[in-house]
């Protein structure tokens, strides 16, 4: 299972980015996903997530500024971060939390982070 981050870059306060995050592999179904982020010298910090059945879930941080959405058809999370300030500054990671069949027919559970995507957002 691999997860594939995009969307960051620079951003100026108040403005606009969008993240993407899709996950490839062979699995049943994805459960929860979500947008962690960790800026220098700060712990990981949950952003936003979203379980499968689209109940959501924000940092209080974020709450009114970041939307998290999923494409289940796509096996892909969004994060809509708008109204940016400096201190949304951070490398930006998703995860998934998904379900398979193994060669035994036996249910796996497992988590998988993805590669970071940065996103700066200057004053």
């Known amino acids: 299972v691999q997860l594939q981050a995009s969307g960051g870059g620079l951003a100026q306060a108040g403005g606009s980015l969008r993240l993407s995050c899709s996950v490839s592999g062979s699995i049943f179904s994805l459960t929860d996903m979500g947008w962690y982020r960790q800026a220098p010298g700060k712990e990981r910090e949950l952003v936003a997530s979203v379980t499968g059945g689209g109940s959501t879930n924000y940092a209080d941080s974020v709450k009114g500024r970041f939307t998290i959405s999923r494409d289940n058809a796509k096996n892909t999370v969004y994060l809509q971060m708008n109204s940016l300030k400096p201190e949304d500054t951070a490398v930006y990671y998703c995860?998934?939390?998904?379900?398979?069949?193994?060669?035994?027919?036996?249910?796996?559970?497992?988590?998988?982070g993805g590669q970071g995507t940065q996103v700066t957002v200057s004053s």
């Open positions: 995860s998934a939390d998904w379900r398979r069949l193994n060669s035994r027919s036996e249910w796996e559970v497992g988590r998988t």
